[in-house]
């Protein structure tokens, strides 16, 4: 199954949320992950950074994405709203738990998905998500 950023990204034998700005919805990109569940696929083709047998990835993919949702409303509570605090605050976080955030490529992808959870909160606080 080629996935595209649907099923996240898998960076250094971890998955990575892809949760780019502007359009990312955590309920679009679930149900879009049963549809994709649906198929049985055997091996994902992820289109950042290669390939990995399913073996529940992309359950594990939803159980990630609104663990990274509430990550990033925590970073940006505690940021008082300053999203480049808060995103600065966020990879520090992960940095410390053992995420590749010093390879630059996963370190840029999760500063653009943070970005995008923060467009996605805003939003939805908004009433428009």
């Known amino acids: 199954l080629f996935t ?23 309920a679009v990109s679930l149900a879009t992950l049963e549809k994709l569940s649906a198929l049985g696929p055997r091996l994902i083709l992820y289109t950042h950074y290669g390939p990995r047998e399913d073996g529940g990835s992309l359950a594990e993919y939803a159980r990630l994405l609104p663990w990274w949702v509430e990550r990033v409303q925590r ?10 605090k808060a995103v ?29 959870a923060i467009s996605y909160l805003k939003r939805r606080e908004a009433g428009q998500a």
């Open 4 to 26: 595209g950023d649907a099923a996240g990204l898998w960076l250094s034998g971890r998955l990575i949320p892809a949760t780019p700005p502007p359009s990312f919805d955590l």
């Open 75 to 84: 970073a940006l509570d505690g940021a008082s709203g300053d999203e480049a």
């Open 88 to 116: 600065e605050a966020l990879v520090s976080e992960l940095a410390g738990e053992g995420w590749p955030v010093d390879d630059p490529g996963a370190r840029e992808d999760l500063i653009m998905s943070a970005r995008g």
